[in-house]
């Protein structure tokens, strides 16, 4: 996982979190988010609250002296006035690069914490193992870590020229180098 400059990682919970932490809420693999379709604002956990808006929460850490907690809300969660749930993807150069990594790294605590809730060697329930960001089957002892998915990016020059690719699902006018 990229981490962003300013960002301290960490997976224990605070007991307080404070009320501008911010809240990458995730209803299947769409983040809830307000603003507008060029400036989309990712919710403070206090709105989230006013809301009344929740799920599972798993601390990351802090960007910049703010908190950060990645929220598995359920497939019924509702978009309420005024937000809606967007693909990362789409919200590619309108949120700052350090915000959006941060939501690609909540994105994928959610997913591990979702996927994970039975042991895969025994079929037990899991629980969470204290002090780690893991989980752990009472029955046999297995953990499951999150994990890290790697991606590769790749610029081919020829002199001063540039290879990008195009998706169908871009938008007009936006082009990338190969990843994958």
């Keep these: 996982m990229h981490t962003p400059a300013g960002f301290t990682s960490s997976h224990a919970l605070p007991a307080i979190l404070p009320a501008d932490t911010f809240a990458f809420a995730f209803r299947d693999a769409r983040m809830l988010v307000g603003g507008t379709d060029d400036a989309p604002l990712v919710p ?5 609250e006013r809301l009344e808006i929740g799920g599972n929460r798993h601390y990351l850490g802090e960007l910049g002296g703010i908190g950060c907690v990645a929220i598995h809300l359920p497939a019924e969660a509702p978009e309420p006035e005024g ?5 990362l993807r789409a919200l590619f150069f309108r949120i700052p690069e350090p915000v959006l990594a941060i939501a690609a790294r909540a994105f994928q605590v959610v997913e591990w914490d979702r996927t994970h809730r039975f042991c895969g060697r025994c079929g037990t329930p899991t629980r969470e193992k204290p002090g780690e960001r893991a989980k752990e089957c009472p029955a046999c002892g297995q953990v499951a870590y999150p994990r890290v998915t790697p991606a590769m990016m790749v610029l081919v020059t ?10 169908p699902r871009f938008p007009p006018g936006m082009y990338s180098a190969l990843a994958g």
């Design 83 to 87: 937000w809606r749930y967007s693909g």
């Design 158 to 167: 020829r002199g001063p020229e540039l290879l990008l690719a195009r998706a």
């Design 44 to 48: 403070s956990i206090a709105q989230l």
